[in-house]
C-alpha cells in the first residue's frame, strides 16, 4: 500500500465513496481539534462513537459492494477494515478508561492507515468495479 495526500486520497473510488471518506476524515479531525482544545472526556467519547459508526457503516457500504460484484481480493480488504476499527475501539476503551496519553498520536496512525487504505485497497476496488463496467452512482 502506498500513501496518498492531500486531495488525491479524495478522488478515489465512486462519488459515494468519495463523499465517505471525506466525511470519516472530517470526523477525525473533529475528534483532534476536541482534543487539542481538552474537551471532557464525555463530549470525546461521543465524538469517538460517532467516528466509529460511521466508519462501521462506511466499510459495510463497501464490503456489500463486494460481495455483489465477487471482488475476489474481499478478504484482505476486510481484514484492513477490522484493523482499523480494532484500532478506533481500542484508543474508544482507552479513553473510558482514562489511560490513554498519546491519543493525538494514535489518531495519527489511523489516519495514516485510513489514507494508505485508501490509496491501496479501495483504489483496487475502485479499479476492479471501473472494469466491470459497474455504473459509478
Ligand atoms: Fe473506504
Ligand atoms: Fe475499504
Known amino acids: 500500500m502506498t500513501?496518498?495526500?492531500?486531495e488525491d486520497t479524495f478522488q478515489i473510488g465512486t462519488e459515494a465513496m468519495q463523499a465517505e471518506h471525506r466525511s470519516q476524515f472530517a470526523m477525525v479531525d473533529t475528534l483532534c481539534n476536541a482534543l487539542r482544545q481538552g474537551r471532557d472526556q464525555s463530549?470525546?467519547?461521543?465524538?469517538?462513537?460517532?467516528?466509529?459508526d460511521y466508519t462501521h457503516v462506511h466499510f459495510m457500504?463497501?464490503?456489500l459492494l463486494m460481495r455483489l460484484h465477487e471482488y475476489p481480493?474481499?478478504?484482505v480488504h476486510c481484514r484492513e477494515h477490522a484493523k482499523v476499527l480494532e484500532q478506533l475501539q481500542t484508543l474508544r476503551r482507552d479513553v473510558q478508561a482514562g489511560t490513554v496519553t498519546n491519543a493525538l498520536d494514535v489518531i495519527e496512525t489511523i489516519r495514516k492507515g485510513l489514507r494508505a487504505h485508501i490509496g491501496g485497497s479501495d483504489l483496487a476496488l475502485s479499479n476492479f468495479?471501473?472494469?466491470r463496467g459497474v455504473p459509478i452512482p
Do not use: K, T, Y
Request: proline letters at 4%; aromatic letters at 0%.
Open 3 to 6: 500513501e496518498r495526500s492531500g
Open 61 to 63: 457500504a463497501e464490503q
Open 73 to 75: 481480493e474481499s478478504p
Open 43 to 52: 463530549e470525546i467519547d461521543d465524538i469517538l462513537e460517532q467516528v466509529i
Open 129 to 131: 468495479l471501473g472494469d
